[in-house]
Each structure stands twice: as C-alpha cells, then as structure tokens.
C-alpha cells in the first residue's frame, strides 16, 4: 500500500483532529506569495551550528559521481534503494566473491535480503529508505528516526570515542563532530552479512562508513557516505545522497511484520 494510498484510508477512517498527518510545520521560512521558501539559509541551533532537524526524504533521482576532490559532479539517474553504487564510474569495486554474490542475489529477485525478512536496514542503507525519515539534533546528540519497523539511530556529539570492541549492532555506533558546517559522522560495529541496496552488495563487520552531513539550505540535505570495507570492496568509495526536507506531515509507523504475507512468495528463481 502505498503512503498516499495510507494516508487517504486514515483520513477517511478517523476524525480530523484525531491524526497529525497535515499539522504544519512550524518555522517555515515564505517567500512574498505565503509560499515555503526551501532555498532559505539553513536554519541553525543557539551555538550557531547548522540544525538538521526536520523531516526528510531521499531524492530518488539525485546522486553524484565519486568526489575526490570536493567538486562532485551530478546526474540524474535511479534511485540508490536499488544499487548504493548508482553514479560511481565502472559501479562498486567489489572483491571476486562479493561480485559473485551480488550476480547470484540478483538471480534470486533479492529473496535473501535481510528487508525481505524484515530486518532492520542498517547504516548507511537506512538513508535511502523510501519511508520518511526523521532528524532530532539537540546538544550533543543527533538521533534519527525512521518509519520502517519504527526504529531509531544515536549519533553522539559529546565527545566520546568509539566503543574499541563493539556488540556488533544493526545501525553500528556513531559518533560525531563538526567541521565547520558539515557534521562528519564516523560509524563502526556494525552487523556481518547486511545488504546496501536490493542488488545485493554487501556490507561486512569490517565496515567503517563515514558520512558528511551537510544542510545546503533549508529544503535540501547532502550526505556524503564513505564506505571502507575490505572485505567486500577493493578500495574506499564515496557517493553522495541528496534527501529533501518534508513539511506538514508526520512519521507514521510502518511495522514489516504485522500482517505480513510475502514470505511464502520468496523463492526466487
């Protein structure tokens, strides 16, 4: 069922008070005509750091090229769901086995993916989730809360290191400073044998991502994730995910199990 497909059904089957779905969005910088000016200044916390906080989206049509340097050039192509390697020249520079086994996922219509199951997402998959997304930015703490199975992600701005020898966990840990005006956030610890997208490229306990938050203006937020894993990927690689910024509505939860009626179908081929 689709969001707008939930939100009609909603509305129509509880009172109009009684759902947050269409509450506005407070602070909202107008242009003249009354309408929301998304390319405002960045709104920014009482230390004069930029603030993330909002409701977000990723745009299913906007990633870059790899960024050596810091001029990333865009295109337009498909949503990174499908393949986080989307805009790299050549794709992911996967290890022999890791392209193995992204071909044979593949084959199998992605029937083994963990969000098949409904596991959560993990790092950094959980950005380009087409739910909605939440971002809460307070002194020394970003947390980020997400529809599917309503779950949530800690990223700690306190000043702590990271845990030496983590529980391997399904979003890792995350800590982060700022660097100016971009938050660079260094996550480890994560899960072995998760999914980046429904290709099937996979992510291992050896995984470091490091992502680079940046709000551009008020309407657009730029991610750039890092990913080191040498065991699935012969080198570094960086791509750059763009989410927008989503007003007058609300998270609605999204819970993979309840009613669910897939599994029996997931056979592959």
């Known amino acids: 069922m689709t969001k707008s497909v939930i939100v009609a059904v909603i509305a129509i089957s509880a009172p109009l008070g009684a ?9 909202v910088p107008k242009k003249a005509s009354g309408q929301a000016n998304l390319d405002a200044p960045a709104p920014r916390t009482a230390d004069g750091k930029p603030d993330l906080s909002g409701m977000w989206e990723a745009d299913p049509a906007r990633v870059s090229r790899p960024c050596p340097t810091n001029n990333c050039e865009e295109l337009r192509t498909s949503n990174l769901w499908l393949d986080f390697g989307q805009g790299l020249a050549g794709g992911l520079p996967y290890q022999p086995w890791a392209a193995d086994a992204v071909k044979q996922r593949k084959l199998e ?3 083994d993916d963990p969000t098949s199951w409904c596991l959560p997402l993990g790092v950094p998959r959980l950005l380009v989730d087409p739910e909605y997304r939440k971002i809460v930015q307070v002194p020394g703490l970003v947390v980020i809360l997400t529809e599917r199975n309503a779950s949530y992600r800690q990223i700690f701005t306190d000043g702590r290191p990271l845990p030496e020898d983590p529980q391997p966990s399904w979003n890792g840990y995350s800590t982060g400073k700022w660097e100016g005006d971009t938050l660079v956030v260094q996550t480890a610890g994560l899960r072995d044998g998760m999914w980046l997208d429904r290709s099937g490229s996979p992510l291992t306990d050896a995984a470091k991502i490091t992502e680079r938050f940046r709000r551009v203006n008020y309407g657009n937020l730029e991610i750039d994730v890092t990913v080191n894993d040498p065991k699935a990927y012969t080198m570094p690689w960086t791509v750059k995910v763009h ?7 609300e998270l609605m939860d999204y819970i993979c199990n309840e009613n669910e009626k897939d599994l029996k179908h997931l056979v592959g081929k």
């Open 243 to 249: 989410e927008s910024v989503v007003l007058n509505t």
């Open 19 to 27: 759902q947050w779905l269409k509450y506005p969005t407070a602070g």
């Open 109 to 111: 219509n992605g029937k």
